[in-house]
């Protein structure tokens, strides 16, 4: 990881505290008193930046944003009460009824069926293309499609987009790039990529211990030329972007966040940042473990599938654009339900569990579990087969979790 060294001190540095108590402060407050009638009005005006009510932001959330931003180089950030807010917060503060949003690749199923089925309830359609379909990316931009969304490692088909390329088609057409960072903080950087805004799911690897629902939406800053926001597409926005360079945080809080209330909550803004202390030395062990361990599944026999394998259909791009890694996602397919049940009830060092990015090794049956409504079609569409397992790598030794698994797989195969 080129920034390794800089990520291991900037996280330690900014979210400890120098004097006093060192660790990040929890300000569990839902309201905050004005000192006058005048700050009241300069708080709600946005001239003074104090609280103003919990749902608009905490204290200890503030802390986070600062930190999130800073990593991401970032102009500034808004946390969330889960990941599934976050998206939901970027969609509902620019978007209206009648618009639609471009979905590149694979996706998380709640992201998947938000863009199918519950934002069309609300007159927003979402158009679906392929990471490679490039033909179909530009049909659909010269739609007048606002938004494209794509998520950095699709979850969990694996497909790798060429972000870069995305980025440069969004900027000719005058469309946000959101890209879902959730499965590759620090490994890949957005905003380098030409992402307008980044969206995170922290209950993933950011926190790493699967004790806190949270969810950011980093975005950058308003430029001084070219800025596509200006595009009359984007007029509603146009007032707020006024503001200046931190603009975005007000069309976020104020377009969204103020009447939806996605807010985080200030203990789960503190476990986050706990875990984010310790992010750079969790996302090295774990991407170096990964590479480790499906090459000795690979040989052994485990249809395993991870794009560090030849057999990848984005191999190259592995190697070329994500040269750090590409997350702890792994995936296996089993054949059938019942050998998939019998890998993972065998094995004895996944934990069983809807989530990703834990210190420790987790895995899941797809089909029976998160896309268990889904109808065939869609399933296809996402990778989704009868035998599959996700598996996301925690920090444990790669050949004690080879070993535990090919003996999975030989009694599952039995
Ligand atoms: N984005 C991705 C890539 C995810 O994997 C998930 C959850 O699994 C989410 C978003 C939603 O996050 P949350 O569960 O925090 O709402």
Partial sequence: MEKYEYFNTLLPQIIGLKKGAIAPQITPSAAFGYASAEEAESIFSGEAAKPLYARMGNPTGAKLETVLAKMEGGQGAVVTSSGMAAITMVLTAFLQSGDKVLCIGGFFGGTYALMNDTLPRFGIEG??????????????LQSGVKMVLCESVGNPNLKLPNLREIAGLCDCYNALFVI????????????????????????KIISGHSAALGGAVVFRAIKDSDEKLLDSKFSAVHPILKKGKGALMMVLKKRAMRDFGMS?????????????????????????SVEKLVRLLDEAGVNVRHPSLETHEHH???????????????????????????????????????????????????????????????KKRLGITDGLVRLSIGLESPDELAKDMILAWKSAQS
């Fill in 127 to 140: 158009i679906f293309c392929d990471v490679d379909d490039y033909d179909g990316i530009e049909k659909a």
């Fill in 316 to 378: 190259l791009r592995y190697k070329e654009i994500f040269s750090d890694g590409c997350g702890p996602i792994v995936t296996i397919d089993c054949g059938t339900k019942e050998k998939a049940f019998t890998f993972l009830n065998e094995s004895k060092l996944i934990t069983q569990t809807a989530n990703i990015g834990d210190n420790r090794t987790l895995g899941l049956h797809m089909a029976s579990t998160i896309y268990r409504d889904f109808n065939e079609d869609d």
């Fill in 180 to 203: 879902d960072n959730t499965v590759t903080p620090l490994i890949v950087e957005p905003f380098k990529m030409g992402a307008d805004l980044v969206v995170y799911s922290t209950t």
């Fill in 264 to 288: 985080a909550n200030a203990f789960a803004s503190f476990l986050t940042l706990l875990g984010l202390e310790t992010l750079p030395l969790r996302t090295k062990r774990v991407n170096e």
